[in-house]
T-cell receptor, first 116, second 110 residues
Framework: NAGVTQTPKFQVLKTGQSMTLQCAQD?????MSWYRQDPGMGLRLIHY???????DQGEVPNGYNVSRSTTEDFPLRLLSAAPSQTSVYFC???????????????FGSGTQLSVL | GQQVMQIPQYQHVQEGEDFTTYCNSS?????IQWYKQRPGGHPVFLIQ???SGEVKKQKRLTFQFGEAKKNSSLHITATQTTDVGTYFC??????????WGAGTKLIIKP
């Protein structure tokens, strides 16, 4: 099993450009999520999904869109990149439909995004 | 909103010294998880504590969950170079969402 796979690993964008960060998992996990990590701020939840066709906003959703057409894939779209979106992005999943009490998150290896 | 405060932000230790990081929540947590992130890597699950006053050990690592389920700590005895990284706590609130601490970076002095 590959686990949670994120692409690309690195990306540089110009302000105003759009792009999609890809996330795929092969563990048949229902719950998938996107986090951004900034120095000194820990992990902040952007969007999450509890199953195909269902998405919801996290703590910092502005400027990002998601969709969940299949169980395996959960892409994150930046609509019009801004320098404030420079960050490391992590995709994470766990088995249950709802993040249940006894389940841990499995993380992808991350995407380092710079917006100039 | 709910917050989990984690201190210190950094801790520099000599190899062989102990390391401790603390997490405090503004509200009661359902449980708390601990993750380790190596430099340049991604967070990896270490352990979960569920019961009030729970203490769990993994070799040199000791994890505690407070009696009121509002605080937790991770203590590493006799640090080694392999312990270097950032340690995060993440508490589950009543809606089962994870609330993350900002992390404590363990740095081994040369």
């Amino acid at each position: 099993n590959a686990g949670v796979t994120q692409t690309p690993k690195f990306q540089v964008l110009k302000t105003g450009q759009s792009m999609t960060l890809q996330c795929a998992q092969d563990m048949n996990h229902e719950y998938m999520s996107w986090y951004r990590q900034d120095p000194g701020m820990g992990l902040r939840l952007i969007h999450y999904s509890v199953g195909a066709g269902i998405t919801d906003q996290g703590e910092v959703p502005n400027g990002y869109n998601v969709s969940r057409s299949t169980t395996e894939d959960f892409p994150l779209r930046l609509l019009s990149a801004a320098p404030s979106q420079t960050s490391v992005y992590f995709c994470a999943s766990n088995p249950g439909r709802v993040p249940a009490a006894n389940e841990k998150l499995f993380f992808g290896s991350g995407t380092q995004l710079s917006v100039l | 909103g709910q917050q989990v405060m984690q201190i210190p932000q950094y801790q520099h230790v000599q190899e062989g010294e102990d390391f401790t990081t603390y997490c405090n929540s503004s509200t009661t947590l359902s449980n708390i998880q601990w993750y380790k992130q190596r430099p340049g890597g991604h967070p990896v699950f270490l352990i979960q504590l569920v019961k009030s006053g729970e203490v769990k050990k993994q070799k040199r690592l000791t994890f505690q969950f407070g009696e009121a389920k509002k605080n937790s700590s991770l203590h590493i005895t006799a640090t080694q170079t392999t312990d270097v990284g950032t340690y995060f706590c993440a508490g589950r609130d009543s809606n089962y969402q994870l609330i993350w601490g900002a992390g404590t970076k363990l740095i081994i002095k040369p």
